[in-house]
């Protein structure tokens, strides 16, 4: 019994040292734009991995229709300078050459308007988004974007990346109110899901291969 009570004890001191790593580690994370994620998902932000969330809740109610709420956000770190790293996020007439499930781009650069026809499993998406003016400071980037016309219309949200310690952290952020979500709720966040850790995953893997190229 007293060895027992010993093992436990040290495997308590254990799981405590990794819990006080991992804390130390996500406050070493300095970040402005990704605030509202986790401690755990900094860590693995600023290792290189992607993180990506979908939910869908309650919003609001019209005429005693419940709509639901779809909220998105995919974070991925790159090993890469920061104007690098938004010269290819904002490459919009390129989105279909290199984004995986982008079937077509048209980019009207004059209006500001981004056509794009998208497609997983049995799900097809085919919007028109409004860009805003880039914004541009000392260490962050950022747009916002609107759908004006065809699926998710309405659906907003924006693209940030900003020069972190050793990586640049982008986010994309997106939200929209619908009736139902077809074939099912649970199928929808996983396409979303999908298509957030693929665009995410493609834009750092061909960042980071640009800067090797260069060297």
């Known amino acids: 019994m007293r060895d027992f009570k010993r093992l436990c004890f040290l495997f ?11 804390i130390q580690a996500a406050r070493r994370v300095k970040t402005k734009i990704l605030k509202d994620f986790s401690r755990t998902s900094l860590e693995r932000i600023s290792e290189g991995e992607i993180v990506v969330y979908a939910t869908i809740d309650d919003g609001s109610e019209v005429d005693s229709v419940q709509y639901r709420k779809l909220e998105m956000k995919g974070a991925a770190g790159i090993k890469a300078p920061l104007d ?3 010269r290819r996020v904002t490459a919009f007439d390129q989105f279909g050459n290199f984004l995986p499930f982008v ?3 048209e980019w009207n650069s004059d209006k500001r308007k981004l056509h794009i026809i998208a497609g997983i499993w049995s ?4 919007s028109t988004s409004r860009i805003s003016e880039l914004e541009t400071k000392a260490d962050t980037r950022k747009f916002t974007w609107e759908v004006i016309e ?3 219309n309405g659906m907003n949200g924006s ?8 990586r640049v952290h982008c986010v994309l952020r997106g939200e929209v109110e619908q009736k139902e979500y077809k ?12 298509i957030l850790r693929g665009v995410a995953g493609k834009i750092q893997r061909i960042v980071e291969l640009e800067q090797m190229d260069t060297r």
């Open 183 to 194: 074939p099912s709720e649970t199928l929808f966040k996983m396409a979303v899901e999908t």
């Open 159 to 166: 693209m940030e990346c900003e020069d972190a310690t050793d």
């Open 84 to 86: 690098a790293t938004w």
């Open 150 to 152: 065809g699926d998710f």
């Open 123 to 126: 799900f097809k998406f085919d």
């Open 103 to 105: 079937k077509k781009v």
């Open 12 to 22: 308590a001191g254990f799981m405590a040292l990794l819990n006080f790593e991992s």
